[in-house]
């Protein structure tokens, strides 16, 4: 379902770019004996031999002793929250480095890359360190082989031209693993929909929810992309526990709207326009609201009286796991999209869960 993250750390000058650069088969970092030559991280979508689809991340060195090292030093350490598997390069002749005594706190699979590996054997490495893991699906127990399943999928603004976001279509091709016929709609749509198909289960984007529940029969199980992404790479329980803490909100809360994208954002935007809206319409009074995009989740989580989760379409398993430890820690209540706007729906009840 996800790319799989493969982060490669070290001191400054170790050779990082160049493995990067050597794996991918094209120039993706700037290589140079210049000390510190990376100063972010660099991300590279592959395909690679018997890994499939990967991401590779190059990183800054840690032992970056410029002016602005401790940043840079800051940023590496954040990738170990989305890291699947870390490639620890040391300089030649080293038989340990900062790096290391790092990794062997962090609960990622570490492979330390030899000089004068082939590309090959580092990948094969990389496969024999990754926990096997069983299949697992999005849909979970809800569908079945010969399911009919109805998907109400809004094109609104925020849909790219042309394509169907990420979620949709990871669902509509688990739907075609599975031996279900998947059927598409919009809200528009939606009534004709019914008069030529009895779903087994709709699933409709979040912000439909209360159009989609109000057209369909009041036995007809419910569910939304954002829960099902909920329950497949996060805590779903947690986020269930975390929308109680909704109810708990007043006028002048702080709250804490976390995307794992970066995107431009318009005047429909789920999480920066439509839920904020409808949280201070429920509290009867005016919120502060703090958007953290991308990677840039808050070190420090006290501030907030809730924190709520994108579905994570974009991001890996360990990112989304690792900012619902980090609240529990906290004691932060943290709840997702699709979950916080059934609950401000008022049908959270209605709507099942995997």
């Known amino acids: 379902m996800d790319r799989l993250h493969i982060a490669f750390f070290g001191p400054v000058n170790s050779g990082k770019s160049t493995l990067v650069n050597a794996i991918a088969g094209q120039e993706v970092s700037l290589v140079s004996d210049i000390p510190g030559t990376t100063t972010d991280p660099v991300r590279k979508a592959v395909e690679l031999p018997g890994l499939g689809a990967?991401?590779?991340?190059?990183?800054?060195?840690?032992d970056d002793a410029s002016e602005l090292g401790p940043e840079r030093e800051r940023r590496t350490r954040a990738i170990l929250d989305e890291a699947d598997i870390v490639v620890l390069v040391c300089?030649?002749?080293?038989?340990?480095?900062?790096?290391?005594?790092?990794?062997?706190?962090a609960d990622v699979p570490v492979v330390r890359y030899n000089r004068g590996d082939s590309v090959s054997e580092l990948l094969q490495k990389i496969s024999a360190a990754l926990p096997k893991e069983e299949e697992r699906f999005l849909t979970g127990s809800l569908v079945k082989a010969g399911d009919c399943v109805l998907l109400v999928m809004p094109q609104d603004s925020e849909a790219p031209k042309g394509r169907l976001i990420l979620p949709q279509v990871q669902i509509i091709r688990e739907l075609l693993d599975r031996g279900c016929?998947?059927?598409?709609c919009t809200p528009d749509s939606l009534p004709s929909a019914l008069r030529h198909a009895k779903p087994d289960l709709v699933i409709t984007d979040s912000q439909a929810f209360a159009a989609v529940n109000a057209a369909?029969?009041?036995?007809?199980p419910l569910t939304s992309f954002s829960i099902l992404l909920a329950a497949g790479k996060g805590d779903v329980r947690k986020y269930l526990e975390g929308a109680a803490a909704i109810d708990s909100l007043a006028a002048g809360?702080?709250?804490?709207?976390?995307?794992?994208c970066t995107h431009?954002?318009?005047?429909?935007?789920?999480?920066?326009?439509?839920?904020?809206?409808m949280l201070r319409k429920k509290v009867g009074g005016d919120?502060?609201?703090?958007?953290a995009a991308g990677n840039d989740f808050p070190e420090d989580l006290s501030p907030y009286s809730l924190i709520i989760q994108c579905g994570g379409c974009v991001a890996t398993e360990r990112l989304i796991r690792s900012r619902i430890?980090?609240?529990?820690?906290?004691?932060?209540?943290i709840t997702n999209y699709g979950i916080a706007l059934a609950a401000l729906t008022g049908i959270l009840s209605r709507v099942v869960i995997p």
């Open 216 to 220: 369909i029969p009041p036995e007809m």
């Open 91 to 105: 300089p030649p002749g080293t038989a340990e480095c900062a790096s290391g005594a790092l990794l062997e706190k």
């Open 253 to 260: 809360s702080r709250i804490l709207i976390a995307e794992a």
């Open 54 to 62: 990967c991401v590779l991340i190059d990183t800054a060195g840690l």
């Open 181 to 184: 016929t998947p059927i598409c």
């Open 264 to 277: 431009v954002p318009n005047t429909e935007d789920i999480g920066r326009v439509k839920i904020p809206a």
């Open 287 to 291: 919120l502060q609201v703090d958007i």
């Open 325 to 333: 430890r980090k609240a529990v820690l906290a004691g932060v209540p």
